[in-house]
Structure formats: structure tokens, C-alpha cells
């Protein structure tokens, strides 16, 4: 996942705590606590953790198809 290293508004290094706190959260922790114990008290913080999506699996399937399309002409062409 690409994560920023720093928050976009105030320049904060969050890119360190995010695997923490994928961790503990997925243990059943309260995602608010889990911040509060890491340091992230800023909003703007916050907000870069919790809106952080993966992108790489949902680009992944259109790799595969667009690779897939190519080996099917190549097949044709030959």
C-alpha cells in the first residue's frame, strides 16, 4: 500500500505507525484508542490513516486482463 510518509497538512510523520495500527485494530481494539495510544492526536493525521485505501489489489485484476488480452493476440497473430 502506498501510504504518505508525512501528513499533507501539517507534515507529521505517520507512515511509521500505520502497520500498528492495521494490527491492533484487527485485534478488536476501538480505532480512536489505538490512535490516541500511537500520538496521532491531529485531525489531519487522522485522517490520512483512516482514509488510506489499497490500491494495488484493486488495480490488480485489470493487469491481469489487459496481460491476458495481449497473449491472446500474440496467440492470433502467430
Known amino acids: 500500500m502506498l501510504i504518505p510518509v508525512r501528513c499533507f497538512t501539517c507534515g507529521n510523520l505517520?507512515?511509521?505507525?500505520?502497520?500498528?495500527?492495521?494490527?491492533?485494530?484487527k485485534s478488536g481494539e476501538e480505532p480512536a484508542k489505538v490512535l490516541n495510544a500511537l500520538g496521532i492526536e491531529r485531525y489531519c493525521?487522522?485522517?490520512?490513516?483512516l482514509t488510506s485505501v489499497e490500491t494495488i489489489q484493486?488495480?490488480?485484476p485489470f493487469y491481469e486482463?489487459?496481460?491476458?488480452r495481449h497473449l491472446e493476440v500474440?496467440?492470433?497473430?502467430e
Not at 45 to 49: A, I, K, N
Not at 65 to 68: D, E, F, N, S
Request: hydrophobic fraction near 35%.
Open 74 to 77: 500474440q496467440s492470433e497473430l
Open 14 to 25: 505517520i507512515a511509521d505507525k500505520l502497520e500498528d495500527y492495521q494490527n491492533r485494530t
Open 58 to 60: 484493486q488495480v490488480i
Open 45 to 49: 493525521c487522522r485522517r490520512m490513516l
Open 65 to 68: 486482463a489487459i496481460r491476458r
